[in-house]
């Protein structure tokens, strides 16, 4: 059973910094895309950055220059740093994995990740709010 439990939410005010952790009981962690989404009240739950066993990551681009997605393996752990946050980055965020390698697709002669939908993450965590007051 993989469990997945996140830490470091909170409030802050516009432009400040959270960092997520997301600690994994997954024995292989390394080989995992890892990935956190967020869900607004009334809104569907979204991508916000994965990241792949060989460290490719992918933004969303409503956080590209904002947020770093990071794992460090030897911990189990999925960060995800957020700077110069926004009021429409409010929303609860979740940790997700899952046991095999981020979908990605070929252009051009290189590799990209995917955008990452939640139906192709088969592990979850609970859940941390973030909330950003303007």
């Known amino acids: 059973q993989v469990q997945l439990v996140e830490s470091g939410g909170g409030s802050v005010q516009s432009g400040g910094s959270l960092s997520l952790s997301c600690t994994s009981s997954?024995?292989?962690?390394?080989?995992?895309?890892m990935g956190w989404f967020r869900q607004a009240p009334g809104k569907e739950r979204e991508g916000v950055a994965i990241i792949d066993s060989d460290g490719s990551v992918r933004y969303a681009d409503s956080v590209k220059g904002r947020f770093t997605i990071s794992r460090g393996n030897a911990k189990n752990t999925l960060y995800l740093q957020m700077n110069r946050l926004k009021p429409q980055d409010t929303a609860m965020y979740y940790c997700a994995a899952t046991e095999a390698r981020c979908h990605r697709y070929y252009s051009s002669g290189y590799y990209f990740l995917e955008q990452p939908t939640a139906e192709t993450f088969a592990y979850w965590g609970q859940g941390t709010q973030v909330t950003i007051s303007s």
């Open positions: 997954v024995f292989t962690f390394s080989s995992y895309c």
